[in-house]
């Protein structure tokens, strides 16, 4: 091996996931915030009290600014969780567990 080639330069083949119905192009090993901030969404998730838009702040998973659903499960942080190829990823409004309340 010679150790001045890399071994490994380029990412796997690209998939999709749905973001609010929309499919977005992600890559093996990023984040759901990753995967949307490169398709050009920057919020994905509203406060409780006013409805203002909220997407990553911290990126670490300290802040909880970019929580989301994914498959069905509320308050996941887009910045810690990895994206996977058909994962169904959608808006936040409030808490997450019963929108008809929220606005």
Do not use: K, Y
Not at 52 to 60: D, H, K, L, S, Y
């Amino acid at each position: 091996m010679d150790p001045l080639t890399p071994a490994r330069t380029g990412p796997d083949a690209p998939f999709t996931v749905l973001f609010d119905g929309r499919e977005i192009r992600a890559l093996p090993g990023q984040s759901i915030a990753a995967a949307l901030w490169s398709s050009g969404v920057t919020a994905w998730r509203t406060t409780r009290g006013g409805g203002r838009p909220r997407g990553v702040f911290c990126g670490i998973g300290v802040c909880f600014d970019c929580l989301v659903t994914v498959d069905g499960r509320p308050n996941q942080r887009a910045c810690l969780v990895p994206a996977v190829r058909g994962a169904d990823v959608r808006t936040q409004r409030g808490t997450g567990h019963d929108d008809r309340h929220e606005d």
